[in-house]
């Protein structure tokens, strides 16, 4: 296994699958330009979030992190005509950027940006969100994990982005800050009733990760097993 073949893979399945968007491809150039780093989704993995909404009936989505709107754009397309994507931004910088592209996108009228840390924000929210995308900053996972099965109802779908980061996850020598919060949140969606999860190793375009993809559960309110 070399990166030459893993991303030959990926832009085969991309060119094949997914196709190419001059819309989505031009909301990651703005957001290169605009400094933003290049931490969007891969185009292969947009396409799965996308199409887990569609498989759900999601009619409303939670996304957390929206950087420059790319993926917001994926899961806007997922929803119906009058279905709502609400997406949460710490920076108003990115959130400008993201709101110019999910606009062009021809989107802006399902999407609600929500400008302010997660731990902010997220307490001011009315569920439920039938979809929840985490993608912010994973020292935050766990507390997000909660949010999501409060904000969710049974069914609701979760998806956890970067939870492999290039096997550090599962590597004991590597204890920052990011990788325990990635560990937080995995352990919670594996011991918290509220959650049914599995996880998958992905290497796409944006070489080695994993992706956490959970449902809610229906829990029983006093009673602990
Ligand atoms: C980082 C964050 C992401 O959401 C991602 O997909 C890749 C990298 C990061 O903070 O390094
Ligand atoms: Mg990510």
């Known amino acids: 296994l070399t990166p030459e073949n893993w991303r030959r893979v990926d832009a085969y399945f991309t060119d094949t ?8 491809e031009h909301a990651v150039a703005d957001q290169d330009a ?3 780093p290049a ?3 891969a185009p292969v993995a947009g396409k799965l979030i996308h199409l887990l909404a569609r498989i759900s009936g999601a009619r409303r989505v939670l996304e957390i992190g929206t950087l420059g709107g790319y993926s917001t754009i994926w899961l806007a397309r997922g929803v ?11 920076e108003p910088a990115n959130a400008a950027i993201a709101r110019a592209s999910i606009d062009r996108a021809g989107v802006g009228h399902k999407v609600e940006i929500r400008i302010g840390r997660g731990e902010d924000v997220l307490p001011t929210l009315t569920g439920p969100f039938d979809l929840v995308f985490i993608d912010a900053d994973k020292e935050s ?9 409060r904000l969710g109802h049974p069914g609701t779908v979760v998806v956890v982005d970067n939870t492999a980061r290039g096997g550090d996850v599962a590597d004991p020598a590597v204890t920052t800050a990011q990788i325990e919060g990635v560990r937080r949140g995995l352990a919670m969606l594996g011991a918290d009733p509220r959650f049914d999860a599995t996880a998958l190793q ?10 956490a993809i959970a449902v809610l ?9």
């Not at 119906?80 to 710490?90: H, M």
């Not at 559960?217 to 097993?225: K, M, N, Q």
């Open 17 to 24: 699958l997914v196709g190419h968007d001059e819309t989505l």
């Open 34 to 36: 605009a400094g933003l």
């Open 39 to 41: 931490i969007e989704v």
């Open 80 to 90: 119906p005509d009058d279905g709502l994507v609400t997406t949460i931004e710490a």
């Open 141 to 149: 996972n766990a507390l997000y994990l909660d949010w999501a099965a």
């Open 202 to 211: 992905t290497l796409d375009r944006k070489g080695w990760d994993g992706v």
């Open 217 to 225: 559960t229906e829990v029983v309110e006093g009673f602990d097993d």
